[in-house]
């Protein structure tokens, strides 16, 4: 009977009594509850919003936290890839410029090869240094004593001059003596 009046149409309703024996009286009247309900406008009776439940709530906020934590993951992982690939471009960049160097380094070894070579054949070896020797004191020898045959010869030559010419130059020497 009591649960279609309102809240405060129920407490002036009557005392209420409570487990110990005490009354809890209300001040309103009954006449003055029911006036004023009636005076108000009627109210609609406020849906009160429930409360995502525990389980969806549970559920949107562990999709949440992973779409979340996904998207910095990922942000991390491509800052990650950018500097990976980075240091990938500027490892092979510095590998390039020590190829290059030992490029260079190989055609000037090749260059002294090939000057090396060439000097190697136009060069005598020790073999035909020593033969060369070999003909040079022999020629050395030969012209010595050439020279002194030619000595001896221009000897025998001033000795025959001397010899014809000899009493001149004997007769000569002691008119200045």
Request: net charge positive; hydrophobic share 45%; charged share 30%.
């Amino acid at each position: 009977m009591f649960s279609r009046l309102s809240a405060p149409v129920r407490v002036a309703a009557g005392p209420l009594r409570l487990a110990a024996g005490r009354r809890f009286e209300s001040t309103i009247k009954v006449g003055e509850a029911a006036a004023a309900a009636v005076s108000r406008p009627a109210q609609k009776e406020i849906r009160k919003k429930r409360p995502l439940g525990g389980f969806r709530g549970g559920v949107v906020g562990f999709l949440l936290g992973v779409t979340s934590a996904g998207a910095f993951g990922f942000v991390y992982l491509i800052e990650e890839y950018h500097k990976a690939t980075g240091l990938v471009l500027a490892s092979v960049e510095e590998l390039e410029k020590s190829s290059l160097k030992v490029k260079e380094y190989v055609k000037k070894i090749e260059v002294v090869e090939s000057d090396l070579a060439r000097l190697r054949a136009n060069s005598a070896t020790t073999q035909q240094l020593a033969q060369s020797k070999a003909d040079w004191r022999k020629q050395n020898d030969a012209l010595a004593r050439d020279l002194l045959e030619l000595k001896a010869h221009v000897w025998e030559i001033e000795q025959d001059v001397d010899s014809a010419l000899g009493r001149a130059a004997a007769s000569k020497a002691k008119k200045q003596a």
